[in-house]
């Protein structure tokens, strides 16, 4: 179904428009909203049963049930007539009806002039109590984007939306969600970015709650009733993090812009596509128009649309959509229209794009006899509408080529260098690790290119990024996060404790690097931000979790497991990644908490107040993603010169391989002291391509230098492990595993499993 206007198979309705459906609806206002049987109302096309025989050619001619009509067992056809859908708490048969006085529902209302209006009575009671908390939410690593979720903290509860997209008064940018998250103007509202909580921006003056449908739509009746918008705008402190790029939908049109010049009924049935942070993928279809969800005081409160599943035709052309699902946390999300099936390729043989449509704002869970479980549905405000009355322009094509992480460049090609350190003393290493160069990372076209979007929720993740995209950012329900992956990736080796001593300091020591010393160590600090106990979430053990794996490599050498190795040498190369660059290693990750400064509030409800933030916050973004992005081509070429390794080199414990990482940290730390790099990102005003240049000339060389230690140590320990383990003699095939084989081994939470420091202990020889 598209905008086209339909061709309908009764021509005694054929040519009621809209605004006929909204007098009579208007008409009988009263009847209709006092009735105890009633729910809502809607504006729509007549819903067929899905056993209903078609007009010609059915198999069942004749078939014309009068039993309930659902949402769930009925739906719109081609030849439905445009028609007033009015829900149902209780389907009642005529009988039935004719024994309670006011019960019955007529079946058709009459304008003034005699046309008759056709009603279609809908059975769906609403679920009276529905749950206010988000389930689990997939949080972005450091790109916001439409789609992505925010925070709000309010009475000590945290409240999740959905990012809807980015607007634009001409002057400022802000994130467009929902009001009742983003709050009172000036409230400071927060996202998750790769596990910490951070600060984004403040709710703007610029929000909207409800209007009057006669001023939204002049002309059209609607007596006593608002059109619920619950809209609000963050005004964002800094632009660098955001995109709008959306993974799962691709290239977005212009936004689709209806008032009562061109708004029409064909709008029912059309194919839509949501993007949610609880629901990163609804495929969905509008199923009526204006729908009124509540009343109270005698005023009447509608939505512009109801959008739910598609219909069973609909899914016939669509097998493989997910099932459609609106969750807590998807208020705020974008719409799209998603071109019909009769609309080509343009010039350029690209396919037509979505066109950003509508603002969730809410849903309503509707019961049905034929379901188990109540049906959501959700609740959308046109986003022409909302733009113009906030005096906005939709933005397009912001940071649409910022990659993921800093690991999608900086990661890859650290992996795919190593091949190059690799020596030729172990001749069926280097063929089993050649052979499968693509499962562990991209080749240099692909890096260069950079387009790494979306590999959160793809089916095959490279394996030198699958401990951020596939154990750390799964949805739990998925059944591949670990709740105890993140303290694996760094680990805070500068911050000293009371005596002044860091872990860079005491494990010059090499019996100090052991789990039962760090957790003392731990245990003798606080953090640095809140002054509270640093908890184990927040304990890292970087050098632990390699210690683990080259332990992994070994056994799996030694037991002729060669696809086991390859993952564990594969996923490998992330933690040695971040353990050549400085901010992965230091307090400092982020800014100096030590050296905080007075942030001033320009505007809104905090204008004039400050806050204190950690001198050259942002700075892990500039320089691990807008410096190494940009000079991708550097770094490729430069990691060639890459130095083999050297027989001497070789270890044979996990203990040996904790210390080398160890002392390649302190080479990192000495050769870019991570201070000199909040200092430089502080001290620069500009931000972008400028910021990323001015980075790239102070530590672009010395940066370089750390990722072929990291590439050269990565090729020391697959070197080690295999020869420790025997893998020369004791694997087979150095023939290449499938992308699904591989998933499967990493999907298996025994496989290299990711605990935190009290625990890793167990898990060492």
Not at 61 to 69: D, I, P, Q
């Amino acid at each position: 179904m598209n905008l086209s206007d339909y061709q309908l198979s009764s021509p005694r309705y054929e040519q009621l428009s809209l605004r006929d459906l909204l007098e009579a609806r208007d008409l009988y206002h009263v009847f209709l909203m006092n009735h105890p049987n009633v729910v809502g109302t809607a504006i729509g096309r007549y819903r067929i049963r899905n056993k209903d025989s078609w007009p010609r050619g059915s198999k069942t001619k004749g078939t014309h049930g009068t039993y309930a009509r659902t949402m769930e067992n009925s739906e719109v056809r081609e030849y439905s007539w445009p028609a007033i859908l009015v829900f149902v708490e209780q389907w009642m048969e005529r009988s039935d009806a004719a024994r309670a006085e006011g019960a019955l529902l007529p079946k058709t209302l009459f304008l003034p002039d005699g046309r008759p209006i056709p009603v279609c009575v809908i059975e769906a009671p609403k679920q009276s109590v529905t749950s206010i908390t988000a389930p689990d939410i997939r949080y972005p690593l450091n790109n916001i984007r439409p789609g992505s979720p925010v925070i709000a903290r309010v009475q000590g509860w945290e409240y999740v939306a959905t990012v809807g997209c980015l607007v634009s008064d001409g002057h400022k940018v802000y994130a467009l969600t929902n009001r009742h998250v983003a709050g009172d103007p000036g409230e400071v509202v927060y996202a998750r970015l790769g596990g910490r909580l951070r600060r984004i921006g403040t709710s703007s003056t610029k929000q909207l709650t409800r209007a009057e449908f006669t001023k939204v739509y002049p002309g059209w009746p609607g007596r006593d009733t608002f059109v619920n918008l619950d809209v609000g705008l963050i005004e964002l402190d800094d632009l660098e993090s955001w995109t709008t790029d959306i993974p799962s939908i691709g290239k977005i049109g212009t936004m689709v812009d209806l008032s009562v010049h061109n708004m029409s009924l064909s709008l029912v049935g059309c194919r839509v596509r949501g993007v949610g942070a609880a629901s990163p993928n609804m495929a969905g279809e509008i199923h009526g128009l204006f729908y009124r969800y509540k009343h109270s005081g005698g005023f009447e409160y509608v939505a512009d649309l109801l959008i739910g599943p598609r219909t069973q035709s609909a899914k016939r052309s669509a097998a493989r959509e997910p099932k459609f699902e609106t969750l807590p946390g998807d208020s705020g999300a974008l719409w799209l229209l998603e071109p019909s099936a009769d609309v080509k390729q343009d010039t350029t043989g690209n396919p037509p794009p979505a066109l950003p449509l509508a603002i969730q704002w809410g849903r309503n869970m509707l019961h049905s006899r034929e379901a188990s479980r109540p049906q959501s549905f959700a609740l959308a405000t046109l986003a022409a509408r909302v733009c113009d009355d906030l005096s906005v322009d939709f933005v397009r094509g912001w940071n649409v080529d910022q990659p993921d992480t800093w690991g999608a460049i900086g990661h890859f090609s650290i992996a795919t260098r190593t091949s190059v350190a690799l020596s030729s003393r172990l001749p069926k290493l280097v063929s089993l690790m050649r052979n499968n160069a693509r499962l562990i990372s991209h080749d240099d076209a692909t890096i260069i290119d950079g387009d790494f979007k979306g590999m959160g929720s793809a089916d095959f993740v490279p394996l030198a990024d699958v401990p951020d995209f596939f154990w750390k950012q799964r949805i739990a329900k998925q059944g591949h996060a670990r709740a105890m992956e993140g303290p694996n990736h760094f680990a805070d080796m500068d911050q000293p404790d009371e005596h002044g001593d860091t872990l860079l300091q005491l494990c010059r020591n090499p019996a100090n690097i052991n789990p039962a010393f760090w957790v003392a160590f731990y245990d003798s600090v606080s953090d640095l931000l809140t002054g509270e106990n640093i908890t184990e979430q927040h304990r890292g053990l970087l050098p632990f979790r390699v210690w683990q794996l080259f332990d992994a490599m070994v056994d799996f050498a030694r037991r002729g497991k060669g696809a086991e190795f390859v993952c564990a040498a594969g996923v490998l190369t992330h933690y040695i990644g971040d353990a050549c660059q400085p901010l992965h290693i230091s307090y400092l990750h982020d800014g100096d908490p030590l050296r905080p400064f007075e942030h001033e509030f320009q505007s809104g409800k905090r204008a004039g107040q400050t806050e204190t933030r950690p001198l050259g916050a942002g700075v892990h973004s500039g320089y691990e993603d807008e410096m190494v992005s940009l000079h991708r081509e550097d770094i490729l070429d430069g990691l060639l010169a890459t130095p083999k390794t050297r027989a001497n080199e070789l270890i044979t414990t996990g203990a040996d391989a904790a210390r080398l990482t160890v002392e390649m940290m302190r080479a990192t730390f000495k050769r870019l002291p991570p201070m000199a790099i909040v200092e430089a990102f502080a001290e620069f005003d500009g931000g972008g391509k400028q910021r990323a240049e001015h980075l790239w000339k102070k530590f672009g060389k010395k940066t370089l230098a750390s990722m072929q230690d990291g590439s050269h140590l990565l090729a020391v320990l697959w070197e080690s492990a295999w020869k420790t383990g025997g893998g020369e003699t004791k694997v087979r095939s150095v023939k290449a595993i499938s992308e699904s084989r591989a998933m499967a081994i990493c999907a298996d939470p025994d496989f290299v499993p990711s605990v935190g420091i009290s625990r890793i202990d167990s898990f060492l020889r």
